[in-house]
């Protein structure tokens, strides 16, 4: 008797711990990117670090190839987004997407460049948005883009925040963690490919 008790015991805090929602804080400019989370009362600063720092190295001599940009995880993240989001939609808009801030603002050396790029955000914000809408209980969204003739390079501004309930984080880790891997290693043979194929030319 008493161990079905401490049993029922440990389900009825497995699910109240279920139940406790979790919280994520993504903010992003030309400059930085901000990561924050928090369970419950607590909050945490996942980026940047504010650990001890490093002592720099002297740069080595030897030849390497060169680090990956913002850009690249950027794309990165673009390339990620429509699995997370199917993943996302398997918990029938259950991830609440409460606040969402873009603003792209369009710019090139020349005018035409200036209003192809224009025209390319303003596309790819009408692909991936529909599909945001149909897998996240959206509450509060904000998209803006804009041009500037006068600006040499583009810029951008991100400010995200999602919650989800506990379980909700493990069901989605559940259903991507043998799908992500997949996709991470079909991205990187795709971008192995294209770069051969550049060197190739």
Request: hydrophobic share 45%; charged share 25%.
């Given at each position: 008797?008493?161990?079905?008790?401490?049993?029922?015991?440990?389900?009825?805090?497995?699910?109240?711990?279920?139940?406790?929602?979790?919280?994520?804080?993504?903010?992003?400019?030309?400059?930085?990117?901000?990561?924050?989370?928090?369970?419950?009362?607590?909050?945490?600063?996942?980026?940047?670090?504010?650990?001890?720092?490093?002592?720099?190295?002297?740069?080595?001599?030897?030849?390497?190839?060169?680090?990956?940009?913002?850009?690249?995880?950027?794309?990165?993240?673009?390339?990620?987004?429509?699995?997370?989001?199917?993943?996302?939609?398997?918990?029938?808009?259950?991830?609440?997407?409460?606040?969402?801030?873009?603003?792209?603002?369009?710019a090139a050396p020349d005018p035409a460049s200036?209003?192809?790029?224009?025209?390319?955000?303003?596309?790819?914000?009408?692909?991936?948005?529909?599909?945001?809408?149909?897998?996240?209980?959206?509450?509060?969204?904000?998209?803006?883009?804009r041009v500037d003739f006068e600006a040499d390079?583009?810029?951008?501004?991100?400010?995200?925040?999602?919650?989800?309930?506990?379980?909700?984080?493990?069901?989605?880790?559940?259903?991507?963690?043998?799908?992500?891997?997949?996709?991470?290693?079909?991205?990187?043979?795709?971008?192995?490919?294209?770069?051969?194929?550049?060197?190739?030319?």
């Amino acid at each position: 008797m008493k161990g079905v008790l401490i049993l029922a015991l440990i389900a009825a805090a497995l699910a109240l711990v279920s139940l406790l929602r979790l919280g994520v804080q993504v903010r992003w400019n030309s400059d930085q990117l901000t990561l924050r989370a928090w369970v419950g009362p607590v909050r945490l600063t996942l980026l940047p670090r504010t650990g001890r720092r490093r002592r720099k190295q002297p740069p080595r001599q030897t030849p390497s190839a060169p680090p990956k940009g913002r850009g690249d995880m950027l794309e990165q993240l673009r390339r990620m987004l429509p699995l997370v989001a199917e993943a996302a939609g398997h918990l029938r808009r259950k991830v609440r997407l409460d606040r969402i801030e873009l603003d792209v603002t369009a710019a090139a050396p020349d005018p035409a460049s200036a209003a192809l790029a224009f025209g390319g955000i303003n596309a790819a914000v009408g692909m991936i948005w529909p599909m945001v809408e149909q897998n996240f209980n959206v509450k509060d969204r904000n998209i803006r883009t804009r041009v500037d003739f006068e600006a040499d390079k583009p810029t951008a501004s991100l400010n995200a925040e999602a919650t989800l309930t506990v379980g909700q984080a493990l069901a989605l880790a559940v259903w991507l963690a043998p799908r992500l891997p997949q996709a991470m290693g079909k991205e990187r043979g795709r971008s192995r490919t294209d770069t051969a194929q550049k060197e190739a030319v």
